[in-house]
Structure formats: C-alpha cells, structure tokens
T-cell receptor, first 112, second 112 residues
C-alpha cells in the first residue's frame, strides 16, 4: 500500500535557527496536508497543497509541493519556542481524499 | 463554534472487554473520521463516515467498528480488547467537500 515517509524523525534546534522536514510518498498525491501536534495535544491543520510545484507561506512557515507531487517540505525560519511539536504530512490513499495516510512525523524541539 | 468533542478523555479496560468511544463533530460537519495514534505506528486511519454511511475503511480487524447517527455524531467500538489496542483514538470532522480535518482531543485508551 501507499507509504508516506518523513525525515528527520527528530530535530533539535537552538531558538532562531531554521528547521526543515521532508515528506516523500510512494505514490503520486492529488494533494498533501500538513498538521502540527503540540506535546499532549491533538493534530491541528496547517495547510493543504494541491498544485504541482506549489509554494505557500504562512508567516515564518514555507510549504512546498514537489513537481512530481510525490514529495513535500515544510521550512520554518528563525524557530521560536512556540514552534515545538510534531509536524505531520498526510496524503490521500485508496482513491479517497477522506482517507489519509500520515507520515510518522518530525518532532521539533527548540532550545531557548 | 464548539470544536470536535470526544468522550471519555481517558479509559482503562482489561483484555477481553469491549469499549465504545463517542465523538461529536463541529456543527455542520457531516464527515467524521477516526484515527488510532500510537508511538510505534503513528497515526493510522480507521474509518470515515458521511451521512451515516461508512465511506472509507482502514486496515484494522473486524473488532473495530463504528457508526454515525443522523445528527452526525459518531461512535466507535472495539470488542475483545487486546493489549495492543492501547492508544490515543482521535476523531476528526470535516465539511462536505473539504478534506482538511479538525481533530478532537482524543480518548486515551489503556488496556491492561
């Protein structure tokens, strides 16, 4: 079945440093979504990318969808302690946009 | 607008018992999905309901079942509990025609 791989699994940074997490799917995706889960919390939707090569920005966060629609990345500029959490990518599977396969996530910790 | 509400927040059961978890979606959301989250396997899709019909199903044994009521509220049931069923069970809702998920806080199930 479809697999969604995320790297790295963990990333520890000093506050102010940049951070990037990468997501790769074994199949072409119609769209990709990103979620953030704070420690002890639940996943919160960040963004959805639909178009090949799409780039979207949300303040310090930049999201990219690859040209082949099989990979994506999330880049955070100048991390802050509020960025701590696990970042997940997710893509539709089984021919349905309502059945998501999530990557294992990247846990980001930030040293103040 | 109230978010997705899941009850109970915590459950402790013993092997062989069964359990029912409840989810109330955001008002107006007709799609309800369930995910199992464990440290080892991450977020795994269980099933998705729309207008009282199961529209998508994940790769879980038949011990896992669910249903959706006419008011869009949903329940999931796990019968003959096993130790490996210990997990955070997350419910998520979405608007018709939109794929982004709004997650509840989850039910933490511990099977002893």
């Amino acid at each position: 079945g479809q697999q969604v791989m995320q790297i790295p699994q963990y990333q520890h940074v000093q506050e102010g440093e940049d951070f990037t997490t990468y997501c790769n799917s074994s199949t072409t995706l119609s769209n990709i979504q990103w979620y953030k889960q704070r420690p002890g919390g639940h996943p919160v939707f960040l963004i959805q990318l639909v178009k090949s090569g799409e780039v979207k920005k949300q303040k310090r966060l930049t999201f990219q969808f690859g040209e082949a629609k099989k990979n994506s990345s999330l880049h955070i500029t100048a991390t802050q302690t509020t960025d701590v959490g696990t970042y997940f990518c997710a893509g539709p599977s089984g021919g349905s946009n309502y059945k998501l396969t999530f990557g294992k996530g990247t846990l980001l910790t930030v040293n103040p | 607008k109230a978010g997705v509400t899941q009850t109970p927040r915590y459950l402790i059961k013993t092997r062989g018992q069964q359990v029912t978890l409840s989810c109330s979606p955001i008002s107006g959301h007709r799609s309800v999905s369930w995910y199992q989250q464990t440290p080892g396997q991450g977020l795994q899709f269980l099933f998705e309901y729309f207008s009282e019909t199961q529209r998508n199903k994940g790769n879980f044994p038949g011990r896992f079942s669910g249903r959706q009521f006419s008011n869009s509220r949903s329940e999931m049931n796990v019968s003959t509990l096993e130790l490996g069923d210990s997990a955070l069970y997350l419910c998520a809702s979405s608007l018709a025609g939109e794929e982004k998920l709004f997650f509840g806080s989850g039910t933490q199930l511990s099977v002893l």
